[in-house]
């Protein structure tokens, strides 16, 4: 399967988590340095891809697609306009005061006019007489809101409607003001009596009381105080999620302020001030301010943005728009650290769904289900507090490794490896032939007996002559026992050869697992000094940086050890290597030297000759082009007749399992 990234924005179908497909992609990122955890870790971040080409989003996604919501927000909205729609609402209360007081006038003269009321004359003057008051004092209210709401605080509105409106107007900025602390006076805060706002008073006092005694090392009773108050701070269980509540409310009106120009600011703090006209509140609220404060700064929730739009907003609606923006923050830095301790759970996926849709709602349970799906599949288990891979997790990368190799080729370049020639004591296969002296009888009745029809004609009784018997061919058992040297040097891993080797040595285990089973692998890798490495351990194989040398003398030597168990077949050492031996064993010690010494390159060509008089192939592939390394390799192969091949580390794979293949059908073709 071939991974392939591209952005995702939030509107894709999130498709369904398909295991194989997640241990693929997870195969390729193994390649790089074999830890499991890490390669969960990215895949958290960067999502995948299945073989229909739909994206899982990771967490990287959801970041982007988060950027992409807050900035259409800056973009779509006009901060200056919060001012506005209140300017506009005591234009409209003024309005209103001024037609209610023109219509009381009016009523009053038409009735004196009809002569309905003649009693009210008097009446209608000093109406009259009020009215030019008011209008008056409408005439002389200052320009600036703020201005205009203190003074209309004090006025005796004649109209019912347009005082009403005030009274709304009023609410809301209290409400608002009050918000900043506590999301339970939302609605209570609407028409609320002098007798609810000395209670309120009351909270207050106790509120500071209980914050002064923690900033003091003493234990405040949070218990008792949530007791009478805990409507007012729904969600809080103990004194530090209050402290945190309480911090986040008032950040959204500080950002709210810090997002307007100076003026701007002025302004609304001077309105919010008029409109809760309780110098005790206030001071209250402020004390609140300061201790909040000293226990935890907000410097880091607050923050001014940037808004760039033409849409107006009320204040109502500003203040929902700074919670949301905020929350897209916090979740901003929630999903950051949920990339670098790939740690979901603490990730809010509530606020998640509600701020960016159910879609990244999704995304993210599904990434949440990534490693149980894996378990569950048989991939990944744990053994202790951390996860590892399983043999059938193994024998899946292996397979796609197999996979990507031979995809590079042309598709009717190697096929089954069949081969024309069939050999003798094998597995019986459904191709026949005409029976020959030695052949297996494993006659094909069927056509035997047509063959004797066809040459004597129709009639009993058929009779069966030594041209007409067919059997079945069998498969021919040959074997071949390789050892596979990678090597394992600084030099690898900072030319990017490793990755290539690494990927060829899955292949090659999977090739001859399932289409040569007969055949034997062994895996050595080698650099300061050689080891075997066992198939199941090549996903997780990485390279030592504290380790330096090639050690290819001791390669060779435990290479010969493990051939040594079969003592029939074909034998071969297949070296990967991109430099010249610089290690070898002398007196029980290795020896290291760079550029490396005339001793190293005899002590290992020794090897070599050792491989070639117990008949074992050493066929190199070199991955650099250097002289000193080609100049190796050429004293090699005169002693030892394997061959040498130059590769690069993306034919790497193309070369040897191809040439693998090929020298399996050369083997049949001379025994059969």
């Not at 923690?214 to 402290?243: C, H, I, S, T, Y």
């Not at 030099?491 to 089973?517: H, T, W, Y």
């Amino acid at each position: 399967m071939i991974i392939r990234y591209s952005r995702w924005d939030g509107t894709q179908q999130v498709a369904p988590l398909d295991a194989d497909e997640l241990m693929e992609s997870l195969s390729e990122d193994l390649m790089d340095d074999g830890d499991l955890w890490k390669a969960l870790r990215r895949m958290f971040r960067g999502g995948a891809e299945n073989q229909q080409g739909d994206r899982m989003p990771g967490l990287q996604d959801l970041i982007e697609q988060l950027r992409r919501q807050r900035q259409e927000q800056l973009e779509r909205y006009n901060m200056s306009s919060v001012l506005q729609d209140i300017q506009e609402r005591l234009e409209q209360i003024v309005k209103a005061e001024r037609e209610g007081i023109e219509r009381r006038v009016q009523d009053g003269r038409e009735k004196i006019a009809s002569g309905e009321a003649p009693e009210q004359a008097a009446f209608q003057k000093a109406l009259e007489k009020m009215a030019d008051q008011k209008r008056g004092q409408l005439d002389r209210l200052p320009k600036e809101p703020a201005g205009q709401i203190k003074e209309l605080s004090d006025y005796d509105f004649m109209d019912s409607d347009a005082r009403q409106q005030f009274q709304d107007l009023l609410d809301m900025l209290k409400q608002q003001m009050m918000q900043q602390q506590f999301q339970g006076l939302q609605q209570a805060i609407q028409g609320m009596t002098p007798q609810d706002m000395q209670a309120v008073r009351g909270m207050l006092g106790e509120l500071n009381q209980m914050l002064r005694e923690r900033a003091e090392g003493g234990r405040p009773d949070f218990d008792g105080f949530m007791q009478k108050w805990g409507q007012l701070f729904p969600g809080a269980e103990n004194l530090d999620q209050l402290v945190e509540q309480l911090q986040q409310s008032m950040a959204q009106m500080q950002s709210l302020m810090d997002s307007m120009s100076p003026d701007q600011r002025r302004q609304l703090q001077e309105m919010m001030d008029a409109a809760l006209q309780d110098p005790q509140l206030r001071q209250e609220l402020a004390e609140l301010a300061m201790n909040l404060g000293d226990l935890a700064p907000t410097d880091d929730l607050r923050r001014r943005y940037s808004f760039r739009g033409d849409e107006p907003l009320s204040l109502q609606e500003a203040m929902k728009l700074m919670g949301d923006l905020q929350g897209f923050d916090r979740l901003e830095k929630d999903l950051r650290n949920a990339v670098d301790e790939a740690d979901l759970d603490a990730i809010d996926a509530e606020q998640l769904r509600r701020l960016m849709g159910d879609d990244a709602g999704d995304a993210l349970e599904q990434l949440k289900q990534l490693r149980k799906l894996l378990e569950d599949a048989g991939y990944i288990e744990k053994r202790g507090d951390k996860y590892e891979l399983t043999p059938r997790a193994i024998r899946k990368i292996g397979q796609k490794a197999l996979r990507d190799i031979f995809a590079q080729l042309k598709r009717d370049r190697v096929g089954r490896h069949d081969t024309d020639h069939r050999g003798t004591g094998g597995d019986r296969t459904d191709d026949t032939k005409p029976y020959e002296f030695g052949d297996p009888f494993l006659l094909d009745l069927k056509e035997t007996v047509m063959n004797a029809v066809e040459r004597r004609g129709p009639g009993s009784p058929v009779r069966l002559h030594q041209d007409d018997f067919v059997v079945y061919r069998t498969e021919l058992m040959t074997q071949s026992s390789t050892v596979l040297m990678l090597d394992m040097s600084r030099s690898m891993i900072l030319r990017g050869c490793f990755r290539a080797a690494k990927k060829v040595a899955l292949a090659l285990n999977s090739l001859i697992k399932g289409q040569f089973p007969r055949d034997n692998l062994y895996i050595v890798g080698f650099s300061y000094y050689a080891k075997e490495l066992k198939p199941e351990s090549l996903p997780q194989l990485t390279w030592n940086e504290w380790v330096y040398g090639t050690n290819m003398q001791h390669g060779f030597m435990l290479s010969r050890q493990l051939l040594a168990r079969h003592k029939g077949g074909n034998r071969q050492i297949i070296v990967i290597t991109d430099g010249e031996p610089t290690a070898h064993f002398e007196n029980g010690r290795v020896e290291f030297s760079y550029p490396p010494t005339w001793r190293t390159f005899q002590e290992t060509l020794k090897e070599v000759q050792r491989c070639a008089r117990e008949q074992i192939t050493v066929n190199t592939f070199m991955l650099e082009r250097s002289y000193s390394l080609m100049s190796f390799v050429e004293q090699m192969t005169k002693i030892n007749r394997g061959r040498a091949f130059l590769s690069t580390p993306d034919r790497l794979g193309e070369y040897i399992l191809v040439d693998y293949v090929k020298q399996k059908r050369r083997t049949q073709r001379n025994v059969s």
